[in-house]
């Protein structure tokens, strides 16, 4: 692992920026990704602030909505959905990205929601809300920085889901269904026919 010109950034062998530091009693050590110098010491400097507010004036460290999606997706690697996470994650962070965890609420979540219902239904913005309420319980009950602090200082108020008609069941044509299994990888083409002949559930397939 080189060594950069700050005490405490190095690069590994993937080129990703990993900070390893103590301040105030604290071990800052996190691999921050494939940025630039600059940018790894700003992330530096933010988090020896922080923890320099939190010694002296008691002060929580403030972690943003984006940092706890980065960390659920690192975490979560092997879990079933997590390509559908990760896309939820994706069209949330121009909203709530840069937010402070308690800042993550039903009136900071409303121009999403407002955007997204004008082209998805009701079920699809539920799906988005429910992975940011699941990121800020664990926020909230299970990560901790080094000191013991929990991310989040208490349990996040539940998220207003928005209600609506579903869409309606839509059956595909036999050229609709050609062409969709042709978009497919061969294995989920192949499960997706095995599926449409037999009526099975998800499960079971």
């Not at 692992?1 to 080129?15: F, H, K, N, S, Y």
């Not at 320099?52 to 999606?69: D, S, V």
């Not at 209600?163 to 044509?173: A, D, E, F, H, N």
């Not at 989920?188 to 499960?203: D, S």
């Amino acid at each position: 692992m080189a060594r950069t010109r700050t005490a405490g950034i190095q690069v590994d062998a993937d080129g990703c920026k990993v900070v390893d530091k103590r301040a105030f009693g604290v071990r800052i050590k996190r691999r921050i990704g494939k940025i630039d110098q600059d940018q790894a010491e700003a992330w530096l400097a933010k988090e020896v602030e922080a923890l320099r507010q939190a010694q002296l004036f008691g002060q929580r460290p403030q972690r943003t909505f984006r940092e706890a999606a980065v960390r659920y997706l690192r975490e979560n690697p092997e879990q079933a959905c997590i390509d559908e996470v990760a896309w939820h994650l994706k069209i949330l962070d121009p909203y709530i990205g840069d937010l402070g965890l308690k800042e993550v609420h039903d009136a900071t979540l409303a121009p999403f929601v407002r955007k997204r219902a004008e082209t998805v239904s009701a079920t699809t913005i539920r799906r988005s809300l429910e992975v940011v309420r699941r990121i800020l319980n664990l926020a909230a009950r299970k990560w901790r920085e080094d000191d013991g602090i929990p991310w989040l200082s208490t349990a996040p108020p539940l998220l207003s889901l928005p209600t609506g008609p579903s869409r309606k069941p839509y059956p595909l044509s036999w050229e609709e269904q050609n062409r969709l299994f042709a978009k497919l990888p061969v294995h989920l083409a192949r499960m997706a026919l095995f599926k449409v002949n037999t009526g099975l559930r998800e499960q079971e397939v």
